[in-house]
């Protein structure tokens, strides 16, 4: 029945590079970026750029407050490419749009640490940023100013920085990528620092987990499934380096809602609603950060089935036990299984750190349902044993099973996603 598998859940962990642990990283981030919810976020007609200003910001948090997120540890507000001046001051300092951030990048931060919520900004390692947030002019990145931008950041009360590879003076990966970390290490301030990109992603380079607690697996992701498909197929690359202070990212999750819409409705257009549970699935059992990029004022039922899922944040957040990863490819009659990454129905697994297991059954397939089974050996589980299922996300029971689960008919693109515990 099984097409070729990794190592089980159970096997010992490899040996991981020493990580970067400032205290601001144990366990993945949970948050908000403004990339989707004022902008169409479409990558076609002009419209693929961000927006930003502070008012929706204000909005954002005191959402973040009431609907629940908070209270399951969502906590950081971040700007995206949208948020600074198109020229530096007199002095060489960057600087928020005026009219975006007339009270000011401190103010901003000040408001948002009083509610209890953290505050991150983009920039880049080149000369400029990438997308200029839709003004006619380029944005200054971050070249030549490391160590200036680093002690503005500090000042202004940043938690989260991430930061680009766009502009001119984009030498060395590694040794930009450093220096900055260096820089902003200096300020005395713990800040998070997020890799966007100027490193392979296969394989990601070890030097990561020595200067930032998170860095992306693979290019963009956007609101389309052959997008989501080649993160998902990212984090199928086996990886020693996500845990404690250092975590995979398969950059923003797109959740629905009324944030990217082209045609007026109350959800984003690009995604069904089994690809929008598809990818937060995976990003959650993969312990990726879960920085959503819709908005989030407005939730869509399916933006409260996983981002107010308790039992599925909670798995994102168990830093005591190794990430899910992918563990088989199921070739039952109508799965397709070529290789480990390759196939019509991949499926991650993961040990928890109480003893129970979680498990993502997809189907991949662009058409035609998919009935997909896990062994329940593929998590290290003996062939005998009988193990309760749950349905993490419709929040129901499954029934008690002996040896192995079946998934039937999933549709293209849907998953389930499950914990599994010893009955």
């Not at 020693?240 to 959800?267: I, R, V």
Request: hydrophobic residues 35%; aromatic residues 10%; glycine residues 8%.
């Amino acid at each position: 029945m099984a097409a070729t598998m990794v190592l089980t859940v159970l096997a010992v962990m490899a040996s991981m590079v020493a990580a970067y642990d400032n205290g601001v990283a144990l366990k993945p981030a949970l948050g908000w970026n403004t990339w989707c919810t004022l902008s169409d976020c479409h990558n076609g007609d002009n419209n693929y750029f961000d927006r930003c200003n502070e008012w929706e910001l204000r909005e954002i948090a005191e959402a973040m407050l009431s609907n629940g997120m908070h209270d399951l540890g969502f906590q950081y507000i971040n700007l995206d490419d949208c948020w600074a001046a198109q020229e530096r001051d007199s002095n060489g300092n960057i600087q928020p749009d005026p009219s975006r951030f007339p009270s000011g990048m401190k103010a901003m931060a000040d408001w948002l640490h009083e509610k209890g919520l953290k505050f991150g900004l983009y920039t880049s390692m080149g000369t400029e940023t990438c997308n200029h947030g839709g003004r006619p002019l380029p944005i200054p990145g971050s070249f030549g100013h490391y160590a200036e931008d680093a002690k503005t950041f500090a000042e202004w009360g940043m938690d989260y920085v991430k930061v680009d590879w766009c502009g001119g003076e984009l030498n060395d990966a590694q040794t930009q990528h450093t220096e900055l970390s260096k820089a902003l290490n200096a300020t005395g301030r713990p800040i998070w620092l997020e890799l966007c990109r100027g490193y392979s992603y296969d394989p990601i380079p070890d030097y990561v987990t020595e200067v930032a607690q998170s860095w992306r697996i693979t290019g963009d992701h956007q609101d389309e499934w052959s997008n989501t498909k080649t993160v998902i197929e990212g984090f199928m690359i086996p990886s020693n380096q996500a845990g404690p202070n250092q975590w995979n990212y398969g950059d923003f999750l797109m959740t629905g809602g009324p944030g990217c819409n082209l045609n007026n409705s109350d959800h984003c257009p690009f995604s069904s609603d089994d690809e929008y549970r598809t990818s937060f699935s995976v990003w959650t059992i993969s312990s990726s950060p879960l920085i959503v990029s819709t908005d989030i004022r407005n939730m869509t039922a399916v933006m409260k089935q996983c981002l107010l899922n308790k039992q599925a944040i909670a798995i994102n957040q168990d830093h005591e036990s190794t990430p899910g990863r992918l563990i088989g490819q199921a070739a039952d009659a109508n799965c397709i299984a070529s290789d480990l990454r390759t196939g019509d129905c991949p499926i991650f697994g993961r040990k928890l750190s109480d003893g129970t297991y979680a498990a993502v059954l997809l189907n991949f397939a662009d058409q035609g349902t998919r009935t997909v089974t896990l062994p329940f050996n593929w998590l290290g589980v003996a062939s005998n044993q009988t193990m309760a299922v749950y349905d993490i996300l419709e929040q129901k029971s499954l029934g008690n099973f002996t040896g192995s689960f079946t998934a039937k008919d999933l549709n293209p693109h849907q998953s389930i996603f499950l914990s599994l515990t010893a009955a």
